[in-house]
């Protein structure tokens, strides 16, 4: 499973809403525990970016481009964050995704490769450099 990514790595953190499953002092911890482990990643070199996303937004939609609510912070499906890895590999990437300080308290981690490019633009390429070969 160690594929090579040029483009680096996207950790997306998925999960519970902390601040009602974890006394004040457990979500001190756990919160203490997230910044050490992103500093060191950053101080590692391979953390880029990272930053946790507000509760709520905003979904545009459709055709006529319908803004409604959402996502909500009470779905277990809303991205509560991200980091951005600066590592050459998927297996690189879930070891450290397996380190989580959120994981043992509901948090999941979605680990996804950064595309070079616009995965429908390079198709598009394609499919015109055939007809007109």
Same mark, same amino acid.
Request: charged fraction near 25%.
């Given at each position: 499973?160690? *594929?090579? $990514?040029? $483009?680096?790595?996207?950790?997306?953190?998925?999960?519970?809403?902390?601040?009602?499953?974890?006394?004040?002092?457990?979500?001190?911890?756990?919160?203490? $525990?997230?910044?050490?482990?992103?500093?060191?990643? *950053?101080?590692?070199?391979?953390?880029?970016?990272? $930053?946790?996303?507000?509760?709520?937004?905003?979904?545009?939609?459709?055709?006529?481009?319908?803004?409604?609510?959402?996502?909500?912070?009470?779905?277990?499906?809303?991205?509560?964050?991200?980091?951005?890895?600066?590592?050459?590999?998927?297996?690189?990437?879930?070891?450290?995704?397996?380190?989580?300080?959120?994981?043992?308290?509901?948090?999941?981690v979605?680990?996804?490769?950064?595309?070079?490019?616009?995965?429908?633009?390079?198709e598009?390429?394609?499919?015109?450099q055939?007809?007109?070969?």
């Amino acid at each position: 499973m160690s *594929t090579q $990514n040029q $483009n680096g790595y996207m950790l997306l953190f998925r999960g519970t809403d902390l601040r009602k499953s974890l006394s004040p002092e457990e979500l001190q911890k756990v919160t203490d $525990n997230w910044m050490a482990w992103f500093r060191r990643l *950053t101080e590692e070199g391979k953390a880029v970016a990272g $930053n946790p996303l507000e509760r709520e937004g905003k979904i545009v939609s459709g055709r006529d481009r319908i803004v409604s609510d959402g996502p909500f912070a009470e779905s277990k499906e809303a991205i509560g964050g991200y980091f951005l890895l600066d590592v050459a590999t998927m297996d690189e990437a879930l070891a450290i995704a397996k380190e989580c300080p959120g994981l043992p308290y509901g948090i999941r981690v979605e680990v996804r490769a950064v595309a070079p490019e616009c995965p429908l633009s390079a198709e598009t390429q394609r499919e015109a450099q055939f007809a007109t070969a």
